[in-house]
């Protein structure tokens, strides 16, 4: 397991400096991955789901786009990996999306990783025009004809929702297999789509109890499907707060203080979680940020877990 980091592409202290001094940092400090995500608009009249009234924190009212972030990013670090956490897949036809990874895996000689998930939010499915009652089949078609751009030329597909003539798709990705694809998944549904199509899960941890559920449906699934489960990466997402000081009382799971967070991790390791991605969207300046990504890595230095290739 190693652990990773939200890049702040919206927020208070969002900025191109900001990226990069907490990617570099990052990288320095050892971290696996840094992460960005896509967030299509912010509606004037408030967002909804399914209807239903969804709050929307101010700080998405302005979000760097996720790929060409990430490719500014592969400039300016040498090892650390890039993902998507995530990108709505649907919003974007695969083809296009698909040499978008390929170019980015390029750049940053096959550090790409294609976070992938649906959205949740009726606004941005409108503005693009997508229906959200077929959307879980569109997703599991996309990921397929990716996929197929991403193998060997000639190029095609014949499917519900897309389509490809017989043709040349380049770049190819920097790894013959492809990027690999990880998806957003904490329904049982989406859980068993990961399971049978995708490269790992990227689940949020709500808590110790919902992840550890989620995981052991997705490993159970991915066997029941024919695939082995132990190659398959398990990403926990936490958005949660990271703190200079321990948090009293009732606390969120992967959040809390360095020494909080770091006796959590140690929980994580029966479960053969892969990787943990923190999102503090908490910390009110950069420098705030940094110095909790400094603490976290010291104390998570300490805790004995299970390291992935």
Known sequence: MDLGVALPTSGPYASVE?????????????????????????????????????????????TYEPIETLSYVAACTDRIRLGTSVV????????????R????????????????GLGWMDQEYEAVGVSQRTRGEALEEAITVMRAAWDTDPVSFHGKHYTIPSSAIN???????GVPVVLAATTPAAIDRA????????????????????????????AEAGRDAANLQVVARANTVLTSEDLDGQRPFLGGSARQVAADLERLADLAVTHVLFADMASAT???????????REAASAVEWRTSA
């Open 101 to 116: 990874f390929a170019t980015l895996d390029q750049l940053s000689s096959g550090r790409a990783i294609a976070g992938l």
């Open 18 to 62: 900001a990226v990069t001094r907490v990617a570099q940092e990052a990288e320095r400090l050892g971290y696996g991955a840094v992460w960005t995500y896509e967030r299509l608009l912010f509606p004037a009249a408030g967002a909804t789901s399914k209807g239903l009234p969804q709050p929307l924190p101010d700080y998405y009212a302005s």
């Open 195 to 222: 399971a049978r199509l995708a490269d790992g899960l990227n689940s949020i941890a709500f808590s110790y109890e919902a992840l550890t559920e989620a995981v052991t449906r997705f490993r159970a699934s991915a």
């Open 88 to 99: 709505n897949a649907v919003f974007h036809n695969p083809v296009v999306l698909a040499r």
């Open 171 to 177: 770049p190819k990705p920097v790894r013959r297999a």
């Open 286 to 296: 950069l420098e705030d940020a940094l110095r909790r990504l400094a603490e976290l």
